[in-house]
C-alpha cells in the first residue's frame, strides 16, 4: 500500500480554476448580472399546465374541436347569484342575458352560453343549482396560456362584482391556472424570504465563521440565478411549467450548499493540518472535488429521466433539475475554489461562535458543527455494526411500515383544490360541485369524424345515453364532416365513474370515427402514458446510477445496495403523501383541501428528485469509505469512519436541504406543498436513519466481498474508475489478509486518536 505523506503541489484543473482567482470571480459575477438580465421575468412566460400527453387521442381531440368548434369546451364560467331571489326573476333574467352579450363582444372570446340562453331548449338543468339561486354563463377563451391569462386580466374587472340583482364570481379552468400561477409566484417569493436568512444561521453553526457561511449560500444564488436564464431561453423554444421555478430554488440553494460544505470543510480541515492555501485546494480539489463532480453527475441522472415522459410538465423539471444540478456543481468547483485561494486561513473570520465559546485554535474551529470530531457519529458507528443484523431488520422493517399507506393510492388530475379555500376560483368549482347536478364544465367532448346521417348520430347519441355513467347527452353539433357530443357524468369529472365512461365511450360502436377528451379522458391517457414509461424511466436511473457508482467504487455489491437502500429510503416520503394529502389528515393544520386523489405526475418527479438527493447523501458517504478503504484495506474500519468524519456533515447537509424544502412547502398551492413537504421529509429519513444506521449495518453484513468484482471488472474500473483518495486502487485484494475488522479494537482506537488530532 502506498500513503502520501506531502500533498502534490497544485496542477491540472487545480491551476487553471486558482491560477487568476480574481479574475475568475470578476467574469463570474459578470455572467451572474447577464443571468439576472435573460431571466429577469421568466414566471410570466411559464405556463400552469402540461399534464396531458400530446400524443394522446384526448389531445388530438381537444385541438380540433378548438379548430372546428371554439366554443365546445367552456374554460371560462360565471357565476351569477341572485341572492334570495330565484335565477328565473326576470329581472335577474335580464341582467344575466346583459352580461352574457357583454361578454360575447370581448375579443378572444367564443361561445357564450348560458342557463337563460339554453331555457328554451331543455338543456339548461346543469347551468341552473339545485336550490335556483345561482345559475351559470359559460365560455371559451382563446388562444395560449399567455394570451388567455392577458384576456381574463383585461376582462374579469368589468364582470366580476355586484351587477343589479347579481352577485358574479369568475370560475372555470382558465381562471384556475391563472390564479395558480399569481399564487405560486407570490409563493415563491415568500419561500425565498424565508429560507435564506435561516439557512444563513443554519450554516453560521455548522462552521462558525460568518464568512465559511456566506460561501455555500452565494454558490446556490448564483445557481438559482443562472438556472432562470436557462429557463428563460428554452421558453423561446418549448413549454415550461412554472413548478419547474420552485425546484430550482430548493435544489440550488440545497445541491449548492451541499457541494459547498464539502468543498470547504475539506479546505478547512487541510488548513488545520498545516497545508498552505494552494496546496489545500489542491488536495480538497482532488478528494471532495471528485465526489462533488460524481454527486452532481447522480442526480443529474435521476432528473434526466423525467425526459422520457410526454407531458412538459415533468419535462420541465428536468430541464430545471438538470441546470441547477450542473450549475452549482461548476460553481463550486470553479468559482468556489477561486474565492478560498483568496481568502485563505481568513476563511474562518468573524466566528460568531466565540460569543459561546471562547479559546478555540484554528484547528478547532475547523472541527466544529458538522465537521465535529465525529465522537457521537464514531460511537452510532460502533453501536450499528456490533448490533448490525438488528439494526439492518429493524430500520428496514419500519421504513416498509411507513410506505404501507402508498398501496392505497388513487390517482387524478389537479384542479382548483390545489389552491386555497379562499381562492376565487376554488370557491366557484366548489359550488358547483355541492350545488349543481352532474358536472358542468367536466363533461366529455365526443369528437365524431366523417360523414353519417341524422339517423345515424341518433342511434350513436341514443347508445351513449344509455350508458351507466352518464347523467346527459347534448348535440351533435354538426359541421362538415365533423360533428361532436357533449357527455355529462353522473359524478364529479375525473372521479372511478368519469373514467370509466371514457373507456366506455371509447368502446361504444360508431359508424364512424370518434375521438374522446374532456377532464377525466386527459387523466386516463396521463396515467396510461406514465404507465408505459415509468419501466424505461426507472431502468435508465438504475442502469446509469449502478455504472456511475461502481466507477467510484470499483464494486458489484455496493451499487447494488445503494440503488436498492435508496428506493427503501422513500418508502416514507410516499406513504406519508397518501396518508396526509390523498386521506387528508392535518389538512387543516397544513392548509389544504385533499382531492381524495394524488396527481398523477407527482410521485414520478418526488421520486426522481427524492432518489438523486438520496444519491447525493449516499456519494458522500461512499466517496470517504471509499478513500479510507483504499488507505488501509480495513472493511469495518473504513465503514465506520466514513460514517464518522461524514456523518455530521451529512445530517447537516440535510437539515439545510430540508428547511428550504419545508419553506417550498409553505406554498399555498397544494402540488407543492406536497412536493415540499414531502421531500423534505425524504432527505430527512435518508440522512439520518438510511446513511447513520441501514447503510453501515448492511456493509457490516456483507463484510469484505461488499469490495468484490469480478477480475474484468477490476481491470475495467482500474482504467476508466475515479477515487477520491491519492492511493487511488492500492487497497489489497478481498482475499488478502486485512487488520481486525472490530471497530471498537485497536485499529479503531488508532483511528480514533487519528481523528482527534484531525
Not at 444540478?325 to 461548476?330: D, E, F, I, K
Not at 407543492?672 to 414531502?678: I, R, Y
Amino acid at each position: 500500500m502506498t500513503e502520501v505523506n506531502s500533498p502534490p503541489r497544485p496542477g491540472g484543473w487545480t491551476r487553471f480554476v486558482t491560477a487568476r482567482p480574481g479574475l475568475s470571480l470578476l467574469a463570474a459575477l459578470v455572467l451572474t448580472v447577464l443571468a439576472v438580465l435573460a431571466g429577469s421575468g421568466v414566471a410570466e412566460r411559464l405556463g400552469s399546465g402540461g399534464w396531458e400527453d400530446p400524443a394522446a387521442q384526448s389531445t388530438y381531440a381537444t385541438k380540433a374541436l378548438e379548430r372546428e368548434f371554439p366554443g365546445s369546451q367552456p374554460n371560462l364560467l360565471l357565476l351569477l347569484d341572485a341572492g334570495d331571489a330565484s335565477v328565473d326573476d326576470p329581472a335577474v333574467t335580464a341582467e344575466a342575458n346583459r352580461l352574457a352579450a357583454r361578454l360575447a363582444a370581448e375579443k378572444g372570446v367564443v361561445g357564450v352560453g348560458s342557463y337563460w340562453q339554453a331555457k328554451a331548449s331543455g338543456t339548461a338543468s346543469a347551468l341552473r343549482a339545485k336550490d335556483g339561486h345561482e345559475a351559470l354563463i359559460a365560455a371559451r377563451i382563446t388562444g395560449d396560456e399567455k394570451t388567455m391569462g392577458e384576456t381574463l386580466d383585461r376582462i374579469a374587472p368589468a364582470l366580476r362584482g355586484t351587477h343589479g340583482p347579481v352577485e358574479v364570481s369568475i370560475g372555470g379552468g382558465v381562471a384556475v391556472r391563472h390564479e395558480m400561477q399569481t399564487v405560486i409566484q407570490e409563493d415563491l417569493t415568500r419561500a425565498e424570504v424565508i429560507a435564506l436568512p435561516i439557512t444563513l444561521v443554519l450554516l453560521v453553526m455548522v462552521f462558525g465563521s460568518a464568512v465559511a457561511a456566506l460561501l455555500p449560500l452565494g454558490i446556490g444564488i448564483v445557481a438559482i440565478l443562472g438556472t432562470n436564464a436557462v429557463l428563460s431561453g428554452l421558453t423561446r423554444f418549448t413549454d415550461v411549467s412554472i413548478f419547474a421555478m420552485n425546484l430550482t430554488t430548493a435544489l440550488g440553494l440545497g445541491l449548492a450548499i451541499d457541494y459547498a460544505l464539502f468543498i470547504v470543510r475539506r479546505f478547512r480541515e487541510e488548513l488545520a493540518a498545516g497545508a498552505d492555501p494552494a496546496a489545500a485546494i489542491g488536495t480538497t480539489l482532488r478528494t471532495a472535488g471528485r465526489t462533488v463532480l460524481f454527486s452532481a453527475l447522480t442526480v443529474a441522472v435521476s432528473l434526466a429521466a423525467m425526459l422520457l415522459f410526454p407531458q412538459y410538465f415533468l419535462r420541465s423539471f428536468a430541464y430545471a433539475g438538470m441546470a441547477v444540478v450542473l450549475l452549482a456543481a461548476a460553481a463550486a468547483l470553479i468559482l468556489l475554489p477561486a474565492a478560498l485561494v483568496l481568502l485563505g486561513e481568513r476563511v474562518n473570520s468573524l466566528d460568531l461562535r466565540r460569543l459561546l465559546r471562547r479559546g478555540r485554535t484554528a484547528a478547532a474551529r475547523g472541527g466544529e458543527g458538522a465537521e465535529g470530531d465525529g465522537r457521537l457519529w464514531g460511537r452510532t458507528a460502533d453501536l450499528v455494526m456490533r448490533r448490525a443484523p438488528f439494526f439492518a431488520l429493524a430500520t428496514t422493517a419500519v421504513l416498509v411500515l411507513l410506505g404501507v399507506p402508498f398501496l392505497g393510492v388513487k390517482f387524478g388530475t389537479a384542479d382548483d383544490r390545489q389552491l386555497p379555500s379562499s381562492a376565487e376560483s376554488h370557491v366557484v368549482q366548489q359550488h358547483i360541485r355541492d350545488g349543481f347536478p352532474g358536472s358542468p364544465g367536466g363533461g366529455l367532448e365526443v369528437l365524431a369524424e366523417g360523414r353519417a346521417t341524422p339517423a345515424q348520430y341518433t342511434a350513436y347519441k341514443e347508445r351513449v345515453a344509455a350508458l351507466p355513467e352518464v347523467a346527459r347527452v347534448d348535440g351533435p353539433l354538426v359541421k362538415g364532416d365533423a360533428a361532436y357530443f357533449t357527455v355529462l357524468p353522473k359524478g364529479e369529472a375525473v372521479d372511478e365513474e368519469a373514467q370509466r365512461l371514457v373507456r366506455d365511450l371509447r368502446a361504444t360502436a360508431a359508424p364512424f370515427g370518434t375521438k374522446v377528451t374532456g377532464t377525466a379522458a386527459v387523466l386516463v391517457d396521463s396515467k396510461h402514458a406514465i404507465g408505459a414509461r415509468l419501466p424505461w424511466a426507472a431502468a435508465f436511473i438504475a442502469v446509469v446510477t449502478l455504472l456511475l457508482v461502481f466507477l467510484l467504487t470499483g464494486s458489484v455489491l455496493i451499487p447494488l445496495q445503494a440503488v436498492l437502500l435508496n428506493a427503501l429510503s422513500l418508502t416514507a416520503m410516499f406513504g406519508a403523501v397518501v396518508w396526509v394529502f390523498q386521506d387528508g389528515h392535518f389538512s387543516g393544520l397544513l392548509g389544504f383541501t385533499s382531492p381524495g386523489s394524488i396527481e398523477t405526475t407527482l410521485p414520478v418527479l418526488m421520486f426522481c428528485v427524492a432518489f438523486g438527493l438520496s444519491m447525493d447523501y449516499g456519494v458522500f458517504l461512499l466517496s470517504r469509505i471509499k478513500e479510507e478503504y483504499d488507505r488501509t484495506g480495513d472493511h469495518a474500519g473504513a465503514v465506520a469512519l466514513g460514517l464518522r468524519r461524514t456523518g455530521g456533515l451529512i445530517t447537516a447537509a440535510a437539515v439545510i436541504l430540508a428547511v428550504v424544502m419545508v419553506a417550498i412547502g409553505t406554498s399555498r398551492v397544494t402540488n407543492t406543498k406536497m412536493l415540499g413537504l414531502g421531500i423534505a421529509l425524504a432527505v430527512l429519513m435518508d440522512a439520518m436513519v438510511v446513511r447513520s444506521l441501514l447503510v453501515p449495518a448492511v456493509m457490516r453484513l456483507t463484510g469484505r466481498a461488499t469490495w468484490w468484482a469480478p477480475a474484468p471488472l477490476r481491470a475495467f474500473h482500474r482504467r476508466f474508475g475515479l477515487s477520491e483518495g491519492e492511493g487511488g486502487f492500492a487497497r489489497p485484494a478481498p482475499d488478502a489478509e486485512a487488520p481486525s475488522e472490530d471497530p471498537s479494537g485497536p485499529a479503531g482506537r488508532e483511528r480514533d486518536t487519528a481523528d482527534a488530532h484531525h
